[in-house]
């Protein structure tokens, strides 16, 4: 009785630990986030340093990808997106996304590439490190002489041919997840 009684707890105290730790990291992270966006930090990106200048970023938002009560700081520019978090007093690359991505409410990614011809999605899910967890791929080509895409088109999901009506029915939580908990701030060049 007594180990059931420790064990109840140290699961009711540990998530409060967690989540007060991270807590007391936010305004680390925050301050390296912030000499970043004023150019006084640099980050490593595709084995070269890159500092955020008013002529190469347009937005930058900050949301928790990994749940841990820290936000990144997300930051998109002309052919490019990254994700930075703070690890070990270090300002480091959580994720480096294509640029057509856009994170989703649940700390997902999603991506969207109209080609005229054809449509591709991709919804990639991310561990507490930004490593590529899940990645579900489903996309429509051929669309009508109007540029619709109907019964006639070719719909896949997984690399499998699906009809519209089946494409509908399995990416249909993928679009209701939603974006409107991230909120981007312009750059403005000065």
């Known amino acids: 009785m007594k180990n059931k009684l420790l064990s109840l707890l140290l699961l009711a105290i540990c998530p409060l630990t967690l989540w007060s730790c991270a807590k007391s990291e936010v305004p680390q992270a925050m301050k390296l986030y912030e000499e970043f966006l004023a150019g006084q930090r640099s980050v490593r990106l595709n084995n070269e340093y890159a500092v955020f200048a008013e002529n190469k970023w347009i937005r930058y938002a900050f949301f928790d990808m990994n749940k841990d009560g820290i936000p990144e700081l997300h930051v998109r520019g002309n052919g490019t997106y990254s994700i930075l978090t703070c690890r070990d007093g270090e ?9 057509y991505a856009e994170p989703l409410n649940n700390g997902a990614i999603f ?5 005229g011809f054809s449509i591709q999605y991709h919804y990639i899910e991310y561990d507490f490190y ?3 967890q899940l990645r579900i791929d489903f996309g429509k080509a051929r669309p009508n002489d109007k540029g619709v895409y109907d019964e006639n088109s070719n719909c896949y999901f997984e690399d499998e041919e699906v009809s519209m009506q089946e494409w509908n ?4 939580k993928y679009f209701a997840i939603g974006s409107d908990k991230i909120e981007w701030i312009n750059v403005e060049v000065q």
């Open 169 to 172: 029915a399995l990416t249909e």
């Open 91 to 99: 300002l480091v690359i959580w994720a480096s996304p294509n640029y």
């Open 111 to 115: 991506s969207m590439r109209d080609e």
């Open 130 to 132: 930004g490593n590529e």
